[in-house]
């Protein structure tokens, strides 16, 4: 295969020749409602084997297993033997995770978690995985990208979550909060993602990526990272990977929002055309209807595309901070004993964001108010106004109802009082920034839901209403138990 310079990449680019990034071993699947990604082949883990030894530090023998998977990973883990004739070195034991990924956004994924990661260690006290090798790109044996770092000790909080006390409950939403204000200290002049400054494929996948000209920017403080185009789901997900498009670095959140617009519309109209040619070919599978659907899509995000200016009308000097967007309660891990945080994992995808977007509440904590004047007139008890006293038990919620068989109802409700009241935790201290800030919130809700099949037609009329004037900000209705607020 021939080596391309970085003057002759840029010249195929010029010259429109250039292929789009492979993503083999990947396959889109379209559903009813959702897009998922699927394994065209598995890992061969003997593979695997021999990329860890070649990379992790001498031992006589590494045992090998598959540990998890998500959505567009595999993990294998990697557990040293242990001498047996001297168990005080059990505890100094380190154990090893290779990340195998789907070529989701190729190159750049891989490539900024390793950087984010390698920077946080630079610069915070998170407790971060290592990484002790990588390859950004899937020409190797294994054919696909991989990160090679350590284990960090602990289990995820979802396993201890259940049987938690109360009061050890807010003790780790603190700590939580405590972590991300560490991840939020170092500020940034652009969004976009972060790259290590030497890595010598970087020109050429950027050259590719970007429409505009714009460059890797080496951070002032630490030249030995970059900002570079931002690498998170809503920009690479699915075709968009394909289809023309600005990733950034972005001065303003203005430019970010304009940006996914852009490629909202752009995917969606090339999707039209996929399934325009499947339609014309007889393919049953799809109908007129799904093309007036994507129109539809197309449609919302003009509208909304003409309201960035006004919600993001103050965005001169923004900074941005790391963004990690996907805290769950498996993402976060915690000592079983003293149930301290030891661990927050699966770093990937995180970006330079504003700090309107950053300081939301992390995923695990996701729920809706709950109306207490309802509450009270339907179950007789009321939400705790004190943070340490604990949500209401689910037999307070029955009451004196016996007869009841079914306590779904109940407890999905205890556990969205216990979800409200720890957000109240989280955002002890005011952090919202003002209505402009919520206001921005709310919007960028409707960007990222316009191209879903069950919310887009919510979001059209939504952006109908703003553009003739109608309140942005959702209202609450008293005669619900359940408020879902977009603030």
């Not at 970010?256 to 969606?268: C, F, G």
């Not at 935790?425 to 921005?440: A, D, I, Q």
């Not at 960007?447 to 609450?476: C, H, N, Y």
């Amino acid at each position: 295969m021939e080596e391309l310079s970085p003057e002759s990449f840029s010249d195929r680019i010029d010259q429109g020749r250039l292929p789009p990034p492979s993503q083999r071993g990947l396959r889109w699947e379209y559903g009813l409602f959702d897009i998922i990604p699927r394994w065209e082949f598995e890992p061969d883990i003997e593979v695997v084997r021999h990329i860890g030894l070649i990379h992790l530090p001498p031992r006589a023998h590494y045992a090998v297993s598959k540990f998890a998977e998500g959505a567009f990973n595999k993990l294998f883990l990697f557990s040293p033997s242990l001498d047996m004739g001297d168990p005080s070195r059990e505890s100094s034991v380190v154990e090893y995770i290779m990340r195998v990924a789907l070529p989701i956004d190729p190159y750049f994924k891989t490539a900024t978690e390793v950087a984010t990661l390698k920077f946080l260690e630079r610069r915070t006290f998170m407790p971060v995985p290592r990484v002790v090798a990588y390859d950004a790109s899937s020409q190797n044996e294994l054919q696909f990208e991989w990160i090679i770092m350590t284990r960090l000790p602990g289990v995820q909080l979802k396993e201890a979550w259940t049987s938690m006390p109360w009061d050890q409950k807010i003790s780790v939403v603190a700590q939580l909060r405590e972590h991300l204000d560490e991840l939020h200290k170092p500020r940034f002049k652009k969004a976009g993602s972060l790259y290590l400054a030497n890595e010598p494929h970087a020109p050429l996948h950027w050259k590719f990526t970007s429409n505009h000209g714009r460059d890797f920017i080496p951070l002032e403080d630490n030249p030995d990272f970059a900002i570079g185009p931002i690498s998170a789901l809503p920009f690479c997900y699915a075709n968009r990977i394909k289809v023309p498009s600005d990733r950034g670095p972005f001065s303003d959140s203005s430019q970010m929002v304009k940006a996914l617009l852009n490629i909202e519309m752009t995917s969606a109209l090339d999707r039209k055309a996929t399934l325009a040619v499947a339609i014309e070919q007889g393919d049953n599978e799809y109908d007129v209807e799904d093309l007036e659907e994507l129109d539809e899509t197309v449609d919302a995000s003009k509208i909304l595309l003409s309201l960035v200016d006004e919600f993001f009308n103050d965005v001169e000097d923004e900074e941005f901070v790391l963004h990690h967007d996907d805290l769950s309660a498996a993402n976060i891990l915690v000592d079983p004993k003293t149930l301290e945080i030891t661990g927050i994992v699966d770093w990937e995808c995180t970006s330079l964001q504003p700090l309107w977007t950053a300081i939301y509440f992390p995923q695990f904590l996701d729920g809706p108010e709950i109306n207490n004047a309802n509450l009270r007139l339907n179950f007789g008890v009321e939400v705790p106004t004190d943070l340490s006293t604990p949500p209401p038990t689910l037999q307070e919620l029955l009451g004196a109802r016996e007869d009841v068989e079914d306590t779904e109802l109940q407890q999905e409700l205890r556990d969205n009082i216990e979800k409200m009241l720890l957000r109240r935790v989280f955002t002890k201290e005011e952090r919202s920034g003002g209505e402009s800030e919520k206001l921005r919130r709310v919007f960028m809700n409707k960007v990222l839901q316009v191209d879903s099949a069950i919310t887009f037609r919510r979001v059209l009329s939504w952006a109908e209403r703003v553009r003739e004037g109608g309140d942005p900000l959702p209202q609450k209705d008293e005669e619900v138990l359940y408020f879902w607020s977009e603030q």
